[in-house]
């Protein structure tokens, strides 16, 4: 294959010969590629196209909706729904799976998907994108919520969108992770980084610092120890990053390496993560995965997880393999009593929280 020349579609045609219905995978992953050329079409057009904004509603997270937030789904919807490709499909922004009409045929796959991660950045112009999930449909008839509650090593593709200064679409269908760059002087997505590979080690990183104090200790660890630099333990210096889009997150992680830490906390009790099993970890842990990196929740290899809801939230820690050991070691030794819990540099012996102050 010529690096530019490559159109998605022959692109797919060849990766997935052979493969159990490859003709029907290859067809809706085009289908989800046109849905996302006209998100991309929307987007670029910001305040001119009148798509900015929120709404007064909420999504099923509770989370209030931007106006992109709804015309994106709805345009996976429209693209996916009539092909006979999908069985049914899931997103972020409903809180049950979608029903297909009854006139449009049921096909082999489920579709998964967040129409637009990272949508507070919509109103200033940061880097958004689209995640989506293909999983094989089980049984005949109108799936089910347990129908989507699948491992991820169950994905047979997956990818995201991002609508930046060029509109990228990732993708793997497990064979390795690649990229392709739409050309709008012909509405196509070339293929113009073949075999996108995670470098092992990494002296960057990128966490919402402002949670610091929910962190779990070996957390607090990890990131003391970066942000020592040169002079700590990593004897080295490390550069933090902080964009509050998964997409643009991983995307910075597959061109250059680095790690992406969304871990647990306690900020709310009541969520073991933040980030969504189903539409946004699992996906982006396939395609770090077959980059040569890896996908944590910190305890656990992210695509071994069982679901236990549509809308599940767990941590999400993934990137550069060197460093995501590092962190499971750390969780492994915190839990067993191993390390000592982590002590803030902040609150020493004089300290209101000192040993002596709380007698």
């Keep these: 294959m010529l690096q530019g020349r490559t159109t998605i579609s022959k692109f797919l045609i060849e990766q997935l010969h052979g493969a159990e219905d490859q003709a029907d995978l290859a067809a809706l992953l085009v289908d989800v590629t046109a849905a996302v050329k006209a998100i991309a079409a929307m987007t670029a057009k910001g305040a001119l196209g009148g798509f900015l904004g929120s709404l007064d509603s909420a999504n099923v997270q509770g989370e209030t909706q931007k106006r992109l937030d709804v015309l994106s789904n709805e345009v996976i919807i429209q693209s996916c729904e009539w092909g006979g490709l999908v069985a049914g499909m899931a997103s972020e922004e409903m809180e049950q799976p979608y029903a297909l009409p009854r006139q449009f045929e049921r096909g082999p ?111 607090q660890r990890y990131v003391a120890e970066c942000k020592a630099g040169r002079s700590g333990d990593r004897g080295r210096d490390f550069n933090t990053r902080w964009i509050a889009s998964l997409v643009a997150e991983v995307h910075r992680i597959l061109m250059r390496g680095g790690v992406f830490l969304y871990p647990r906390d306690t900020k709310d009790p009541g969520r073991a993560g933040r980030l969504r099993l189903l539409y946004e970890a699992n996906p982006m842990a396939l395609i770090v995965e077959q980059a040569g990196g890896a996908a944590s929740t910190g305890r656990q290899r992210i695509l071994d997880l069982q679901p236990e809801a549509l809308h599940q939230r767990v941590p999400v820690i993934l990137g550069s393999k060197s460093e995501i050991l590092r962190l499971e070691r750390y969780h492994q030794e915190y839990d067993s009593g191993q390390d000592k819990p982590f002590v803030s540099p902040l609150f020493k012996d004089r300290s209101l929280y000192a040993d002596g102050a709380r007698a």
Aim: aromatic fraction near 10%; charge should be negative; charged fraction near 20%.
């Design 109 to 219: 796959f489920l579709l998964v998907f967040d129409p637009l991660d990272g949508s507070s950045n919509i109103d200033v112009n940061v880097s958004v994108g689209s995640i989506f999930s293909v999983l094989r449909a089980q049984g005949i008839g109108e799936p089910r919520e347990a129908d989507y509650l699948r491992r991820g090593v169950e994905q047979v593709a997956a990818g995201y969108a991002i609508y930046g200064p060029a509109t990228m679409l990732v993708l793997s269908v497990g064979k390795g992770t690649h990229g392709f760059t739409l050309d709008r002087e012909i509405g196509n997505f070339i293929l113009t980084h073949p075999d996108l590979s995670i470098p092992e080690e990494t002296s960057e990183f990128a966490i919402n610092a402002s949670n610091e104090r929910f962190w779990e200790p070996p957390v």
